[in-house]
């Protein structure tokens, strides 16, 4: 059975850094490509950072490029999102997610080729 555990989440200024953390059981991080997505309140989950595992690859919404880093720790089986210059737009409830088979570079952060998510962490910014 496949868990995906978010962690690292809380209330920053305007500003300010978080990492986020996702532990994986029951899948193995280096496999196929994960994924950060968020949700704000009153609007649709978009996906912010991809990592294609098999290497090193990254994608990012154009929002958080410059701001956001996505890697993973092997060792640890677990993937970070290390924010940082985080502004009130980044208010959100922060989802990993992983994917069982490759992905087409095209679609890393749509949510469809994504298998298994976690339960989601809040990242709170004031202004």
């Known amino acids: 059975q496949v868990q995906l555990v978010e962690s690292g989440g809380g209330t920053v200024q305007a500003g300010g850094s978080l990492r986020l953390s996702c532990a994986a059981s029951?899948?193995?991080?280096?496999?196929?490509?994960m994924a950060w997505f968020r949700q704000a309140p009153g609007k649709v989950r978009e996906g912010v950072a991809a990592?294609?595992?098999?290497?090193?690859?990254?994608h990012y919404t154009d929002s958080v490029k410059g701001r956001f880093t996505i890697f993973r720790d092997n060792a640890k089986n677990t993937l970070y999102l290390q924010m940082n210059r985080l502004n009130p737009d980044d208010t959100a409830t922060y989802f990993c997610?992983?994917?069982?088979?490759?992905?087409?570079?095209?679609?890393?952060?749509?949510?469809?080729?994504?298998?298994?998510w976690g339960q989601g962490t809040q990242v709170t910014v004031s202004s």
């Open positions: 029951g899948y193995t991080i280096g496999n196929q490509c």
């Open positions: 997610a992983a994917a069982r088979k490759p992905v087409m570079y095209s679609t890393w952060l749509r949510e469809s080729p994504y298998d298994y």
């Open positions: 990592l294609y595992t098999p290497g090193t690859v990254t």
